[in-house]
């Protein structure tokens, strides 16, 4: 069965780049939107973007001056880059398989990322 | 794009039924009901429990059921077990997604 893993620096500086990695195993990177969402501590859920295999992608007009989501097919992954970082960018961030605007059906188990100096 | 609203919190007694609604605009949900609900365990990642508004995925229990009705997407859960006690979260997709604000289920 498909699963996905998140990794990435836990502590990242205020004003530097948040950079996190989702490696997908047990299937194919391809065929398939691959989402990022974060959820600040004891907060709710926020769609940070998609990517598609051909490198499409769509972001959160919220956050879309600030994030690159790419894929590197050949190694199973896709990536995403959070620039300009502060402490509301601390959070938990999960990558997910997106099912094209239906929701997502496969979940990172998440990985924190806190913001500070 | 403000988040979807939630009522924060609903309570329920055992084998009771209960509708937790999520309200946003019409630009929000578009012309195709592609509205999504998630169950969430503390510490960890959420679950789909509904999809395309009223869709559940394979083996998930029927006790659980989608709607919508113009601009309020609603959840359902009937026969109330201990076991749903958690966060739920709807979300819609007419571009770009955008979530609610969340709704914790207490079984009392």
């Known amino acids: 069965q498909v699963q996905l893993q998140e990794s990435g620096p836990g502590l990242v500086k205020p004003s530097e780049t948040l950079s996190l990695t989702c490696s997908v195993s047990g299937g194919s990177i391809n065929s398939y939107y691959w989402s990022w969402i974060r959820q600040p501590p004891g907060k709710g859920l926020e769609w940070i973007g998609y990517?598609?295999?051909?490198?499409?992608?769509n972001y959160n007009p919220s956050l879309k001056s600030r994030v690159t989501i790419s894929v590197d097919t050949s190694k199973n992954q896709f990536s995403l880059k959070l620039t300009s970082a502060t402490a509301a960018d601390t959070a938990l961030y999960y990558c997910a398989r997106d099912l094209s605007g239906s929701g997502w059906d496969i979940w990172g188990q998440g990985t924190l990322v806190t913001v500070s100096s | 794009q403000s988040a979807l609203t939630q009522p924060a919190s609903v309570f329920g007694s055992p084998g009771q039924s209960i509708t937790i609604s999520c309200t946003g605009t019409s630009s929000d949900f578009g012309s195709f009901n592609l509205v999504s609900w998630y169950q969430q365990y503390p510490g960890k990642a959420p679950k789909v429990i509904i999809y395309e508004g009223s869709k559940r995925p394979s083996g998930l229990s029927n006790r659980f059921s989608g709607s919508r009705s113009g601009n309020t997407a609603s959840l359902t859960i009937s026969a109330l077990q201990t076991e749903d006690e958690a966060d739920y979260y709807c979300?819609?997709?007419?571009?770009?997604?955008?979530f609610g604000t969340g709704t914790k289920v207490t079984v009392l």
């Open positions: 979300c819609s997709y007419a571009g770009s997604y955008v």
């Open positions: 990517v598609f295999p051909t490198g499409s992608t």
